[in-house]
Nanobody
Framework: VQLVQSGGGLVQAGDSLKLSCAAEGRSFADHAMAWFRQAPGKEREFVAA????????YIGDSVKGRFSISRDSAGNTVYLQMNSLKPDDTAVYLC???????????????????????WGRGAQVTVSS
């Protein structure tokens, strides 16, 4: 099972960028998926999470209004659209997937990295001022 990430790179403040994360080896259509980020010397920070139906999302306070999360109709690819990027958004961005179906469990717990079993390898996003 792999979460294959694409996207990332070096952009200027105010630019937009879209990250993708595709699941390979099994289906995560019924599972919650999420994005986290980690900057050097800082703890892993929640960015966004999406339920299996894609009807429910959580967005981290530091990116609310600028970032959005979505998933394709098959449910196995999740996207992070990042707009109005700031230098403080510079970090390694990691996608994650829960190991069990969401069912009726959707709640704020999905903002914790402890909920996720599978992780992508990360993509560097660098925002210059």
């Amino acid at each position: 099972v792999q979460l294959v990430q694409s996207g990332g790179g070096l952009v200027q403040a105010g630019d937009s960028l879209k990250l993708s994360c595709a699941a390979e080896g099994r289906s995560f259509a019924d599972h919650a998926m999420a994005w986290f980020r980690q900057a050097p010397g800082k703890e892993r920070e929640f960015v966004a999470a999406i339920s299996s139906s894609a009807a429910n999302t959580y967005i981290g306070d530091s990116v609310k209004g600028r970032f959005s999360i979505s998933r394709d109709s098959a449910g196995n690819t999740v996207y992070l659209q990042m707009n109005s990027l700031k230098p403080d958004d510079t970090a390694v961005y990691l996608c994650a997937a829960d190991s069990v179906p969401v069912g009726t469990r959707w709640s704020a717990r999905f903002q914790s990295h402890y909920e996720y079993t599978y992780w992508g390898r990360g993509a560097q996003v660098t925002v210059s001022s």
